[in-house]
Nanobody
Framework: QVRLVESGGGLVQAGGSLRLSCVASGVLLSVATMGWYRQAPGKERELVASITSDGYTNYADSVKGRFTISKDNAKKTVYLQMNSLKPEDTAVYYC???????????WGQGTQVTVSS
């Protein structure tokens, strides 16, 4: 049974940084593609970044050069380092198994990120 617990969100000023963590159980990070998603108020949930079992990464255009996804298989944890944060990054952030939102059938509780201007 998949269980994902996100943490690390908070309130930060524009230009600041946060690192999100996602502890995964029931998922082998060594064989799974994992993704970070976000959902802002009134908007659809979107993929922010993904990382394959081999460590290949992909990013949404809006976060390229600012966000970095990584993982530690031994710690069963996926990270999202977010730098140069902007008010438009404000959202609830979720991690999930998979990089295609339509295929995801389990979501954790998410972690709120709020960027003030």
């Amino acid at each position: 049974q998949v269980r994902l617990v996100e943490s690390g969100g908070g309130l930060v000023q524009a230009g600041g940084s946060l690192r999100l963590s996602c502890v995964a159980s029931g998922v082998l990070l060594s064989v799974a593609t994992m993704g970070w998603y976000r959902q802002a108020p009134g908007k659809e949930r979107e993929l922010v970044a993904s990382i394959t079992s081999d460590g290949y990464t992909n990013y949404a255009d809006s976060v390229k050069g600012r966000f970095t996804i990584s993982k530690d298989n031994a710690k069963k944890t996926v990270y999202l380092q977010m730098n140069s944060l902007k008010p438009e990054d404000t959202a609830v952030y979720y991690c999930a198994k998979g990089a295609e939102i339509a295929t995801i059938n389990y979501w954790g509780q998410g972690t709120q990120v709020t960027v003030s201007s």
